[in-house]
């Protein structure tokens, strides 16, 4: 929003024009709006003995504790019935603040509207994320490991959180090799995954930060509403070694295919299970469904004995509906403590059924 008219008149009672006040619309009567640069819209004054086009002055005034501080002013044109004109510098949040406007017409200026008030949201925070694992120049199992962190805080109307990486070949991140996005996830710590193979035998550093603008490289989720964009601090940095690539060779079944965990623990997180009352069927065939939308080859394996797997899922293999590849998805689903895991069983047989 800019000064574009000479403000030194805003303090001023000078009212020159003929015509009738404009009226505040919204927002008013002290109501918190939904994020830090709000539109404001009044109903158009009218001429005393004619009808007139004006522009309109708005001024904004942050009135938290007491005071009252202009902080922006801007000019509109006139609109059909009402003219609006939206803040264009974000406002402070948990802030009081009234706005007031004026018609405007050829260097004259009409009466003041009545002040309006409203409020701003709590700031929004995220705190960065604390890496957990891989560490302290460990040497990893496999070319694409899985990075764990443990969730930061969030304070504010943040909408959805996601957990930005950046994997590098140097502490200073001048050659990053990849960049993967995935959601916050409630339990507490969050896991991602990389999409393609790191380099063999290789020293990688990573590090990690929050965001909630849905800006990113390739991975990154849609944004929930909120009620400011924030990009949090980067993590500390971690390091960690790649260990050689596997020999060539068979292997002793066609896959497995790539490890969904997230995917389960996603699904977990938005159905409550296994506390929520959800069948570990119901369960079961839900997860199916988000991966299915994901990759067509997932879906439901069914037993040999023509028993659906209660709590398995299959990979079809060579576009064939046969011998599928089995996940098991929940240990123990008939105890009384089950566990969301991912453990890949291989081709056992029984047949994929589409969930």
């Known amino acids: ?39 404001l819209t009044a109903a158009n004054a009218k001429g005393t003995f004619r009808d007139a086009t004006f522009s309109y002055v708005f001024a904004v005034f942050n009135v938290t504790g007491g005071g009252s501080t202009l902080v922006e002013t801007a000019t509109k044109a006139q609109g059909a019935t009402s003219t609006s004109v939206q803040i264009q510098v974000p406002l402070e949040g948990d802030s009081s603040y ?3 406007v004026r018609p405007f017409l050829d260097g004259a200026f009409g009466s003041w509207s009545p002040l309006a008030s409203f409020t701003t949201p709590p700031s929004v925070v995220i705190s960065p994320p604390v890496p957990t ?13 899985e990075f764990n962190v443990t969730n930061g805080s969030v304070e504010g109307d943040a909408g959805t959180v996601i957990y930005q990486i950046q994997v590098a070949l140097d502490s200073g991140f001048s050659n990053i090799v990849t960049e993967e996005g995935t959601e916050l996830r409630a339990r507490g710590d969050t896991n991602i995954h990389l999409r393609a193979d790191l380099a063999e035998l290789t020293h990688y550093f990573w590090r990690v930060r929050g965001r909630n603008d849905g800006q990113g490289k390739t991975g990154f989720l849609p944004i929930g509403k909120a009620a400011s964009l924030v990009t949090g601090d980067w993590s500390p940095t971690q390091d960690f070694f790649t260990p050689a690539a596997p020999p060539p060779g068979p292997t002793p079944f066609c896959c497995p295919p790539p ?11 938005e159905t409550g299970y296994p506390g929520s ?9 839900a997860v199916a469904e988000r991966l ?17 797997g209660k709590d398995t899922i299959g990979y079809r293999v ?25 453990a890949g069983e291989g081709r056992l047989g029984g047949s994929w059924v589409a969930p």
């Open 1 to 39: 929003m800019r000064n574009a008219i000479d403000t030194t008149s805003l303090g001023t009672d000078t009212v020159d024009l003929k015509a009738t006040a404009a009226t505040p619309l919204s927002p008013i009567n002290n109501v918190e709006v939904d994020d830090f640069t709000p539109t």
């Open 98 to 100: 009234q706005w007031r």
């Open 259 to 269: 490890n969904r965990l997230e995917i389960v623990q996603q699904v977990g997180d």
């Open 292 to 308: 299915h939308d994901e990759d067509p080859n997932w879906g439901r394996r069914i037993n040999g004995n023509g028993n659906i």
């Open 133 to 145: 694992a891989p560490i302290n120049g460990v040497t990893v199992a496999d070319l694409r490991p």
């Open 277 to 285: 009352g959800i069948s570990v069927t119901d369960f079961t065939q």
């Open 318 to 342: 060579d576009d064939s509906d046969d011998n599928p590849y089995k996940i098991d998805i929940v240990a123990g689903a008939t105890s009384s403590s089950p566990v969301l895991h991912w």
